[in-house]
C-alpha cells in the first residue's frame, strides 16, 4: 500500500496528469470506476478483494481512506488529483470523509466480479492470515 506521485504535465492553459500502465501503475487496468455525490458521514469500502488491485486517486475534493493489512490500519488522505493510493488485494479498505465535491476515481486490475468481493470482517482476517 502506497501513495504514489503522478506526473503534472501543465502549461498555462492548465494541469494534465498522466497515468501510464507498466510506468505508474503495476497492474493491467480492467475496469475503471468513480464515486461522488456521497452523502455526509457515509463511509464506502468496508471490504476486501480476493484478487483485485485498485489505485484510488480523489481528482476533485477530498477523502481519507483507512487500509488495513489484518495487522495495521493506515489511513491516508487524497486531497491532490496527482496522488494516487495503492490498494493491493487482500487488503481491507474503508473511504471515508468525503468532501461534498469529491470525485474519487478507481482503476481496478479485475472486471466486476461480487465473488472476489470479502465483505466479512472475520472471514477477510481468515483469507488474509
Ligand atoms: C471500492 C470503492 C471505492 C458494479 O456494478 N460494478 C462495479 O464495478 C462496482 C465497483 C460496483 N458495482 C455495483 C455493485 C453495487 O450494486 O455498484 C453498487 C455499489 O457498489 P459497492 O457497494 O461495492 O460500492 P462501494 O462504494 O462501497 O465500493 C466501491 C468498490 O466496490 C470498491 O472496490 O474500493 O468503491
Redesign the pocket.
Known amino acids: 500500500m502506497s501513495l504514489i506521485e503522478l506526473s503534472v504535465r501543465g502549461d498555462d492553459r492548465g494541469s494534465l496528469v498522466v497515468i501510464e500502465q507498466d510506468i505508474d501503475i503495476a497492474f493491467d487496468i480492467k475496469?475503471i470506476?468513480h464515486?461522488y455525490g456521497t452523502r455526509p458521514n457515509v463511509?464506502?469500502?468496508?471490504?476486501s478483494?480476493f484478487i483485485?488491485k485498485?489505485f484510488?486517486i480523489a481528482v476533485n475534493g477530498s477523502c481519507k481512506?483507512t487500509l488495513d493489512d489484518g495487522f495495521e490500519k493506515i489511513t491516508y488522505e487524497l486531497n491532490q488529483p496527482n496522488i494516487g493510493l495503492f490498494?493491493d488485494a487482500l487488503i481491507w479498505?474503508e473511504?471515508h470523509d468525503f468532501s461534498e465535491d469529491c470525485v474519487?476515481l478507481?482503476l481496478?486490475s479485475e472486471?466486476?466480479d461480487?465473488n472476489d468481493?470479502i465483505r466479512d470482517y472475520e472471514k477477510f482476517l481468515e483469507a488474509s492470515q
Open positions: 475496469r470506476f464515486i463511509p464506502r469500502g468496508k471490504h478483494h483485485t485498485q484510488l481512506v490498494q479498505g473511504m474519487l478507481v481496478a472486471h466486476y461480487e468481493y
